[in-house]
């Protein structure tokens, strides 16, 4: 299989540190499958200085191409917005029935992802689709997902 490229878009880097150092760990268990891992964030906060990848302002989500995670439905919203070339998905937290609906009406190629059952439940009551669970590494997961 070949190695992906991949972002991940969060609002805050302070409010939203748990999940990059989440993803983080994931991609440093998977390093052989894994190009270049960038974080993407509309506010700055502090940064861990041991994490070895790019933090780059949402103003270049232009210029990234490959597998980007948006960590909210905002976030996806702004994605659809700003950037080509992609494989989008989203690890949704809690679903903002607007904000999907929204997104949906574009009729992109994006892929829902929950953070357990519950949620998943919760996910194809609302919008009729069935979406992964995140457990254990994001990398495998998104492997196994198709875009088709």
Do not use: W
């Amino acid at each position: 299989m070949s190695k992906i490229n991949l972002g991940l878009f969060v609002e805050d880097l302070d409010a939203d540190k748990e999940i990059i150092r989440k993803i983080y760990n994931d991609v440093v268990d998977r390093i052989h499958d894994v190009i270049d891992f960038s974080v993407f964030f509309k506010r700055i906060g502090k940064i861990d200085n041991d994490m070895r990848c790019g933090f780059f302002n949402a103003s270049n989500l232009t210029d990234f191409n490959g597998s980007l995670i948006c960590y909210n439905l905002d976030a996806l919203e702004m994605a659809t917005e700003v950037v080509n070339n992609i494989k989008l998905y989203s690890l949704c937290d809690k679903l903002d029935v607007l904000t999907y609906f929204n997104i949906e009406s574009k009729q992109l190629k994006n892929q829902y992802i929950v953070f357990n059952d519950l949620q998943k439940s919760n996910f194809y009551r609302t919008t009729g689709k069935k979406v992964p669970v995140y457990q254990n590494n994001i990398i495998e997961l998104i492997r196994g997902i198709s875009h088709e």
